[in-house]
């Protein structure tokens, strides 16, 4: 056990964390790289304002007209997305962890709290799944890598919850929790979870190109 | 309410596209399409597609999705899925079939009309990829024929409509004319160096509405505009071969728009009320041209209306009376924001306007728009049926009490038109320039000086 | 019915099962972690005696170490004072936090000598 979990905390965690960072860098530069090469004019269109006006409405809940006519996916895509970043970097062992690691002391979540945003996100990904099964406009365009990063994402909230409440197995749970956390860090960059990284600049360009050049809402 | 939109497709025989078909190889549709993404497209289409998450939520945004009981084929990313998804996801490997209907879908089941970027989280805009099919198809020459038949005419003439060298300052003096008969002084200035504006139309105009060259003539006297317009090629506007992916075209006709300003000399370039033109010359051509906005400043007939209006060189007889509604075009109000301009001159042209819903920036399209209705004939149920959920709109608006229905612009007003009929709505459906006609106030003449 | 009765008899034994079995602990040893204000994980279980018997630790300042000035000194020990005497809740200078000294000093050792508990869970037990 020792030896296993000295592998998955240790080389594969320095690995998976530098596949994300160094992918994620890669994709960004990449794009700015095709965007330099084939598409500069993107650029002379781009504007502070208007981009930030743009994303500003679209992480706002219930500030686009989209948004209002789906309440519930609304909220469940809102409270999703805010667990799964905050319930990760702030969760208790995870700042011991980071503590430990790299004298980095963070503010953490109680435990009390942190359990109901990895319920949260299980019972979004639920939501998700369910979704794609029986909407008709969702199922039509929905592939199996979609099913893939449906489970990626939930997979380490699943079993940090399993492992945390240690019901069975605990050992072997957290070392899947550790295995699966990183499996979503490298995936981030290579699949269409990089919207991480992405959105930002879509919502951006079409922003700008909304507010410069259409004089129109794009929410 | 007439029968609703059925799944059961008519074979539509369309022989710019049959022909096209008939013609293509594997080979060569697995290089037109290489070529195409690799060559013309970047990080845009890629950024799209890999980042598009297949969450659904812009299907709402898409009338052909609501007016078809919401068919998942009919959302903007079904389309997507149907033609580019497939294209990259094969490398260009498919087959002539599947062109035939990637060229239906991006031609007659997408107006470009960009409603869907505005639902979309992301903002991904689903318009460009299909622009990309477009061009796509055209490149393979399988551009629906009746489209294909236009950009040839652009290519020809410099304008939509085959309208012949001679044609157009002729019609333009009859116009003149006609109008002389109302307004004795009343002149179209034709070449007139040093103009304050530069007016232009879309080739429909002298081919069979001459009568909206009238009435601007009547608008731009009145205001006591110093106008002109030129006698040569480039006094077209309009824009097909934007529409149909013929870039090459585009840009020729674009700069022999601009060409035909600059060497008049204006200050600006004023447009009658159409949209697709709005979006080529203000949006499109001016960006393959290397200009990052235009390089004569562009004033829609609606900015220019609001213009007049409000400067109180047009003054107005009397309201128009009958209780009317606007139509948003897409290319004017999302791809321009005149939707409080328009608003403005409705109101100060009409007693009563009453808003449709969705309104402004959220307002269906009228299905027309994006070169669909310029396939022509063969499509015309696509868009009916397509668009059965602006007739719906249209009721709703009508059951308030709106009789007349304002849409200004050109392909609006045709496919608004076919809606009106097919679905009996009943509405009459005018320019903003035909109730400014009506309403304004012209100058006296006495009765012994009119004939 | 009878489905249900069943049912609920086998909750009844399972209960009971795990009431006794957690009974039956009642000479294990715990960390003292009255230190902590509501704390958000269970005392770490900790048999001092046994440990250190299988551990093979003769000498206390193995643990009860005593540092000054940063630089530990080998031969003193600290068994009579309380962890928490110098590491307070919070780290201050070279001292670490007690919540951090707890877990460098078990499980910085655990892991050096590839023995003992390294997760978590592991030491506080649900």
């Known amino acids: 056990m020792h030896d296993l979990y000295n592998f998955v905390t240790g080389p594969l965690a320095w690995a998976a964390f530098i596949v994300f960072i160094a992918g994620s860098l890669y994709r960004l530069i990449n794009m700015l790289y095709l965007v330099n090469k084939k598409e500069k004019f993107i650029y002379t269109y781009m504007s502070f304002k208007y981009s930030f006006r743009s994303i500003f409405h679209w992480i706002t809940p219930f500030a686009t007209v989209n948004w209002q006519r789906h309440p519930v996916l609304t909220i469940v895509t809102f409270a999703f997305h805010i667990c799964l970043i905050i319930t990760p970097v702030f969760l208790l062992s995870h700042a011991i962890l980071w503590d430990e690691s790299w004298n980095i002391s963070l503010w953490a979540l109680p435990d009390g709290v942190a359990d109901i945003m990895t319920l949260v996100v299980v019972g979004s990904c639920i939501f998700f799944l369910v979704r794609r099964l029986v909407l008709p406009e969702v199922q039509y365009v929905t592939s199996a890598s979609d099913y893939v990063i449906l489970a990626i994402v939930a997979a380490p909230f699943i079993t940090g919850f399993i492992a945390y409440n240690q019901w069975i197995n605990y050992q072997l749970f957290m070392i899947l929790h550790i295995i699966s956390g990183e499996i979503m860090l490298v995936a981030i960059p290579f699949t269409r979870l990089s919207h991480m990284l992405f959105s930002p600049f879509t919502r951006a360009y079409m922003g700008s190109e909304f507010g410069g050049v259409r004089n129109a809402k794009d929410w | ?451 | 019915m009878k489905k249900a009765a069943v049912f609920i008899f086998a909750i009844v034994v399972v209960s009971a099962f795990l009431f006794v079995s957690a009974y039956s602990q009642e000479e294990m040893t715990f960390v003292d972690n009255s230190v902590f204000t509501k704390p958000e994980r269970t005392p770490s279980i900790f048999r001092h005696d046994e440990h250190n018997e299988k551990a093979g630790i003769e000498e206390c300042n193995e643990c009860h170490h005593v540092y000054e000035d940063g630089k530990l000194l080998e031969d003193e020990s600290s068994e009579d004072q309380r962890c928490s005497d110098c590491h307070e809740l919070k780290s201050s200078g070279n001292t670490p936090a007690l919540i951090k000294a707890y877990h460098t000093n078990c499980k910085g050792c655990h892991l050096k000598e590839k023995k003992g508990p390294i997760m978590c869970g592991e030491c506080h037990l649900k």
């Open chain 2, 1 to 451: 309410m007439a029968e609703p939109a059925k799944s059961e497709e008519k074979i539509i025989s369309d022989i710019g596209l049959d022909v096209g078909i008939s013609k293509l190889t594997d080979d060569r549709i697995e290089k037109e399409i290489n070529s195409v993404i690799k060559n013309e497209t970047g990080a845009r289409l890629k950024t799209y597609v890999e980042t598009c998450i297949h969450c659904g939520l812009c299907s709402e945004a898409c009338h052909y999705y609501l007016s078809h009981d919401n068919d998942p084929r009919f959302s903007p990313v079904g389309k997507v899925k149907q033609t580019m998804w497939e294209m990259l996801r094969k490398k260009g490997k498919v087959s002539p079939d599947f062109i035939k209907k990637a060229a239906i879908i991006a031609h007659t089941e997408c107006n470009l009309c960009k409603r869907c970027a505005q639902y979309c989280p992301f903002g991904i805009d689903i318009a460009y990829i299909i622009t990309v099919v477009r061009r796509i198809i055209h490149r393979l020459g399988c551009t629906p024929q009746y489209i294909q038949d236009t950009a040839h005419s652009h290519s020809v003439t410099m304008n939509q409509m085959w309208v012949k060298g001679d044609e157009w300052p002729d019609t333009l003096q009859w116009q003149e004319e006609e109008a002389q008969a109302e307004i004795p002084t009343l002149r179209i200035p034709l070449e007139k160096e040093g103009a304050d504006i530069m007016y232009s139309v879309i080739a429909p105009e002298p081919k069979f509405q001459a009568q909206l060259i009238y009435q601007a003539a009547v608008i731009m006297d009145v205001a006591c505009v110093n106008w002109t317009m030129p006698a040569t090629m480039g006094w077209d506007n309009s824009d097909m071969a934007m529409f149909t992916g013929d870039n090459e075209i585009m840009g020729r006709i674009k700069r022999a728009h601009y060409e035909t300003a600059s060497r008049l000399k204006v200050k600006r370039i004023v447009m009658g009320e159409c949209g697709h033109a709005f979006r080529s010359v203000y949006d499109m051509g001016n960006r393959w041209l290397g200009w990052q906005m235009p390089p004569i400043p562009i004033v829609h007939a609606i900015d220019f209306y609001y213009e007049i209006l409000k400067e109180g060189r047009i003054k107005i007889k009397k309201k128009y009376e009958t209780p009317v509604t606007l139509h948003d075009p897409c290319n004017v109000v999302r791809g321009g924001g005149l939707h409080e301009k328009a608003r403005y001159v409705v109101n100060a042209i009409c007693e009563n306007l009453i808003e449709m819903h969705p309104n402004r920036e959220h307002n269906y399209c009228c299905c027309a728009g994006g070169g669909v209705i310029n396939c022509g004939p063969p499509y015309k149920m696509t868009r009916i049926n397509g668009n059965r959920v602006k007739a719906e709109q249209l009721f709703a608006v009508k059951a308030r009490g709106a009789k007349t229905l304002i849409a200004p612009c050109h392909n609006c007003h045709s496919g608004l038109e076919d809606i009106n009929h097919h679905y009996g709505i009943g509405q009459e459906i005018k320019f903003i320039g035909d109730i400014l006609y009506e309403v304004m106030e012209k100058p006296e003449v006495e009765e012994g000086e009119k004939e």
